[in-house]
């Protein structure tokens, strides 16, 4: 293998592998990128044997070729070089890097030793999605997630695909978020819908890799999901169990119905966590007759203090209390200035959402009190 | 050969042929699955990448070595195993809303941190028997009179018998009944004693002091800890006088009667006994049929008489204990799903209660009455009269009628004695327990070890 390649590319490159690689003591050679130049193509891949990830990168191929080396290596390599230019050659085993000025030899391992990473069965029927948009929908539900030991089909995103629309959703089970792509954001080839679980370490991967308003393509088979750009391809296995059916705890009546400034809201919130205890509680009121909302806490050992903010309110609202950061987490997911909050006494789910929102909500219940 | 031995023999020649790390990885929880007709051989890999490779670069192999057992084979299939797990529950119930589990989690948050009551117990789901009825009844007046009738309350009762239920219950009922006109404040004597210590090092024990005359119902649970810390004990003394004194309602529980705590100073102890002092005891047999009946209300879920019934005779003497062994059987049900016959819960039962009970030997007891007071076995059973061992040999009598009941000639026979005997130490013992705190203390020092051990 012979190649000439730009070193930002391939920095570029190998960082958004650089998180798939693993570390795994039977098989060390998961710690190696692999190298690949095909077809006037380098291809960089990197796998844990859970994810797998490959990242093509444009650069001159002189001789066709395979190598494996170190990503962690690579990477402080690109990371402090100057040269821009730099020459890849594998010899035997060995990764060569020459510049101008520069040359390093890396302990590699032989290619054939790198695991195959698994291609989707079925590479007809996908969805497509513009990054910037699936990488924005997926902050806003990955938000309502909370990594568990104790029911491990709730760390992930449900992928529910039906022909016009896809829906997001996750939860931790004390608050939902749901996201909903209409006909218009979305293409698809699909013959019929899906309904898939994504592991969350491989949702942070998107989210961490995927920039720009390139068109991400989601395709799957029954146990694996591919995301693919030009360049970067994600590949990752589906979490089986199943979602909770959550559409009957969606609220639809609520006690009060509340539209408030977000920006205030947030601060109202900020101020009860200086006062909140260790359960993080607020308390959430309306005070009879008046058009405002009153946001307050209290902790024995430091004392209270309560906010009022400008608000409409229809319906009445009795003291509830909230956990302040799950508040705090929807109202960074509702992006616009105007905030919907419709809650309900007893107990039941309050809702939060864009004043003029449709497409996405975040449902969180109260704590309950005595 | 089935399939299990046939792949066990293919994996021992495969191994030979790979590295240990190659093999490990790829094909360590690997199986054969199923032989189709036309000699198709169905192996099951954990996940995808192990399928990719060893499907690409160990498949002639496999097929070989299968070859050479098994004639017929022509062909290898791969599959991940997650299908095969998979198909089974993504074909139930999908629909199913999973509300239960919303709430659940969430009871975890639920103490009231002001009145540190947890609202879980209610003075509804109280079941009252005659072994309580008048500990219930002594509440029930305190709700409607607060400070006036009964004060201090003072219950007492083993473990698991539901003090802490009623006295949290009493808490939770004034609080929604007078709504915040009245403030009760549930507090464990474990935490009452932090927050003397916590003044005490801060040198601010006028707030600990304000914390607990703030109130309107101090309920104190477990009060026997509080015995021996002299300035815990004080501390208490004054707050229990401070809002004796302005009416306000105190409500103490404890696993014993007050005179029965030997630490406790005599103040304290003649304070105890100026209110109400009840008593819980075990709960009768028609008791803890509606304790399981209730509970498996609350939890919407059936069980046949028969099991109900089982519980409750094998299950006497805690309702905690109870509750436990429910839902143990709850548990398994809702796993299996299978309906619980007779049989299935004797074995849960007799799993979860024999810890507790069964182990205790008659030589166990004697052993824990010679190594507390320090002498041989050889003394304990011998005819020696000196004092030193007459007391620790009528304890031990006590104890082996007393946990064990065992029958008086039967007693006299272990300690090499006469019926009578047996029978005056039991109940000189017996009598003397009462009267004498020391005593009553190392007996149940004694009993602790032999339920330890």
Redesign the interface.
């Known amino acids: 293998m012979k190649v000439v390649v730009i070193r930002t590319n391939l920095r570029d490159g190998l960082n958004a592998i650089e998180a798939a690689a693993g570390e ?1 003591q ?3 050679i998961l710690r190696n990128a692999l190298i690949e130049a095909s077809e006037g193509k380098l291809k960089l891949a990197t ?1 844990n ?2 994810i ?1 990830a490959s990242y093509t990168v444009a650069g001159k191929v002189l001789e066709d070729g395979r190598a494996t080396a170190p990503i962690a290596t690579l990477l402080g390599i690109m990371n402090n070089i100057q040269s821009d230019r730099l020459n890849l050659e594998s010899k035997g085993a060995s990764v060569e890097i020459t510049s101008d000025n520069y040359h390093a030899t890396l302990q590699g391992m032989p290619a054939e030793d790198f ?5 989707v069965k079925n590479q007809t029927e996908y969805v497509s999605v513009k990054s910037e948009i699936l990488k924005e929908s997926l902050a806003q539900v990955v938000l309502a997630t909370q990594t568990s030991d104790l ?1 491990p089909e709730l760390n992930s995103v449900l992928f529910d695909f039906s022909i016009d629309t896809l829906r997001f959703a996750a939860t931790d ?2 608050r939902l978020a749901e996201k909903v792509l209409a006909v218009t954001e979305i293409e698809s080839t699909c013959e019929e819908g899906f309904r898939v679980l994504v592991p969350l370490k491989t949702v942070h991967e998107i989210l961490r890799v995927l920039r720009g308003d390139e068109l991400v393509k989601v395709f799957r088979d ?3 999901v591919l995301f693919k750009t030009n360049q970067f391809e994600l ?1 990752s ?1 589906l979490l ?3 979602f ?6 969606v609220p639809k009546k609520f006690g009060a119905e509340i539209l408030v400034e977000r920006q205030e809201f947030v601060n109202a919130l900020k101020l009860a966590s200086v006062f909140g ?1 260790k ?1 993080n ?1 607020v308390k959430i009121l309306v005070p009879p007759g008046k058009k405002a909302l009153q946001v307050s806490s209290a902790d ?1 050992a430091v004392g209270e203090n309560s906010y009022l903010l400008p608000a409409k309110v229809e319906g009445k609202l009795g003291e509830t209390v909230f ?1 302040w950061r799950y508040l705090l987490d929807a109202l960074k997911a509702v992006k616009t200035g105007e905030v919907f909050f419709g809650v309900n006494d007893e107990g039941q789910p309050a809702l939060l959402r864009g004043a003029k929102e449709g497409s996405y909500f975040y449902i969180l ?1 109260p ?4 | 050969m089935d399939l299990d031995q046939l792949w066990k023999l293919t994996l021992g020649e495969i191994e030979i042929q790979l590295s240990r ?2 093999f ?2 790829w094909l360590k929880s690997s199986r054969l699955v199923d032989r189709k007709d036309g000699g198709t051989f169905v192996v099951s890999l954990p ?7 060893v499907e ?1 670069k160990y498949q002639k192999n496999i097929l070989g070595i299968i070859r050479n057992f098994d004639g017929s084979a022509r062909k290898i299939e791969f599959v ?1 195993t ?2 095969f ?2 198909e089974a ?2 074909a139930k119930k ?6 239960s ?2 709430d659940r ?2 009871l975890e ?2 103490v ?2 002001e ?1 540190n ?1 947890n ?1 879980r117990y209610s003075m509804k789901s109280f079941v009252v028997g005659p072994s309580n009825e008048l500990a219930y009844a002594g509440a029930t007046a305190i709700v409607n009179e607060i400070g006036l009738k009964y004060n201090p309350f003072f219950i007492y009762g083993g473990v698991g018998l539901g003090k802490t239920h009623l006295i949290q219950a009493v808490g ?1 009922e004034i ?2 009944r007078y709504q915040n006109k009245v403030r009760p404040r549930y507090v464990s004597s474990e935490k009452f004693i932090s927050d003397v210590v916590w003044g005490i090092r801060n040198k601010r024990m006028e707030d600990t002091k304000k ?1 607990y005359r703030d109130v309107d119902v101090l309920i104190i649970d477990d009060i026997q800890f509080i015995g021996g810390k002299e300035k815990t004990e004080e501390e208490f003394f004054h707050t229990f006088n401070s809002l004796y004194e302005a009416n306000k309602q105190i409500i103490i529980s404890s696993d014993r009667p007050p005179q029965s705590i030997p630490t406790l100073e005599e103040r304290l102890r003649s304070r105890f006994e100026g209110g109400l002092i009840v008593d819980i005891g075990y709960p009768e047999y028609e008791m803890r049929v509606a304790i399981i009946r209730g509970r498996l209300q609350e939890a919407s879920r059936q069980l046949s008489d028969e099991v109900v019934d089982l519980i409750a005779r094998r299950v006497k003497k805690n309702i905690r204990e109870l509750e436990g062994v429910l839902n143990k059987i709850l548990f398994y049900q809702e796993k299996k799903q299978a309906d619980i016959t007779g049989k299935v819960a004797e074995e849960i039962i007799d799993k979860s209660i024999q810890n507790a009970a069964r182990r205790i030997t008659d030589t166990q007891v004697l052993k824990a009455v010679a190594e507390f007071f320090n002498i041989s076995l050889g003394d304990l059973v011998s005819h020696n009269r000196r004092k030193e061992v007459v007391e620790p040999r009528q304890i031990a009598m006590y104890l082996l009628r007393d946990m064990l009941e065992m029958s008086y000639p039967g007693v006299g026979e272990k300690m090499g004695r006469d019926h009578t005997t047996a029978i005056h130490s039991y109940e000189k013992i017996n009598q003397e327990i009462n009267r004498n705190s020391a005593l009553s203390q190392k007996i149940m020092l004694i009993r602790e070890t032999i339920y330890k051990s």
């Open positions: 795994n039977a098989l060390p796998t044997l859970e797998g695991p195959l990473i698994p291609k029911r089970s004390f029954e146990n694996q590949i296995r089986e169990g199943n909770p059916d959550y559409g009957a705890i205890n359960s509680e024995q956990n219940k704590i309950l009190k005595a | 790390a190659n490990a990885t996940n995808n990448f192990a399928r990719e490779w690409n991940v997650g299908n797990q998979a529950p993504a999908i629909s199913a809303p999973d509300l589990k919303f989690i969430e948050f639920k009231d941190p009145t009551l609202p939770n609080r929604s914390k």
